[in-house]
């Protein structure tokens, strides 16, 4: 069945860096795009970018730019975000999800990864 | 960027109820507006795509409807398992922004 399989938890001090994996299984990976989602503890839902899985670009949302790297990797048909010099503000937990159509862009999401707690603390 | 503003934030209903959350967009955004279930400790569930087409295997008592700004998410006969906080979606263009959430309680 379709299913998006994420990294696990993860710990890091402030300055660090995280990078977060989303193996993606049971359907054709480059035709449909992957989306990420964060939730910062106890609040809703913010839709951070797309990626391209076809070509590899990304298309972010303010604020989600500069430390944020979002790459796909199509051998393994996973999908990563990275993100560079963490702030404590970065804990969150952090979804992968893919479209129900399919399309590389805009779409709504029926298939959404199990979520990976990203927590920043010195 | 498009702004979606879902009302109210919090609700209280009783078993039985019928109860409606509404969400507006900041412009038209034609039919492409999903719907999101997010239970306590969960990943949210999809509900609702194209504004009003509910999603296989979700009970019927939901119902969504809606076009250009204007939107709104129907629980007929609310069940205790349909406590959960709700969001709103607009995928008309990036960014696909979330509106602020619905906690249905009872």
């Known amino acids: 069945q379709v299913q998006l399989e994420q990294s696990g938890s993860e710990l890091k001090k402030p300055g660090a860096s995280v990078k977060v994996s989303c193996k993606a299984s049971?359907?054709?990976?480059?035709?449909?795009?992957m989306h990420w989602v964060r939730q910062a503890p106890g609040q809703g839902l913010e839709w951070m970018a797309w990626?391209?899985?076809?070509?590899?670009?990304?298309t972010s949302a303010q604020g989600f730019t500069g430390r944020f790297v979002f790459s796909v990797d199509t051998s393994t048909t996973t999908a990563h975000l990275q993100i560079n010099s963490l702030k404590p503000e970065d804990s969150a937990l952090y979804y992968c999800?893919?479209?129900?159509?399919?399309?590389?862009?805009?779409?709504?999401?029926?298939?959404w990864g199990q979520g990976t707690m990203v927590t920043v603390s010195s | 960027d498009i702004q979606m503003t879902q009302s109210p934030s919090s609700l209280s209903a009783s078993v039985g109820d019928r109860v409606t959350i509404t969400c507006r967009a900041s412009?038209?955004?034609?039919?492409?507006l999903a719907w999101y279930q997010q239970k306590p400790g969960r990943v949210p569930k999809f509900l609702i795509y194209?504004?009003?087409s509910l999603q296989s295997g979700v009970p019927t008592r939901f119902s969504a409807s809606g076009s250009g700004t204007d939107f709104t998410l129907t629980i007929s006969g609310l069940q205790p398992e349909d406590v959960a906080t709700y969001y709103c979606?607009?995928?008309?263009?990036?960014?696909?922004?979330f509106g602020g959430g619905t906690k249905v309680e009872i």
């Open positions: 979606q607009h995928y008309k263009s990036a960014p696909l922004t």
């Open positions: 049971g359907y054709t990976f480059t035709n449909y795009g």
């Open positions: 990626i391209n899985t076809n070509t590899g670009n990304p």
């Open positions: 194209g504004a009003s």
């Open positions: 999800v893919r479209g129900i159509s399919m399309t590389q862009g805009r779409n709504a999401f029926n298939i």
């Open positions: 412009q038209d955004i034609s039919n492409y």
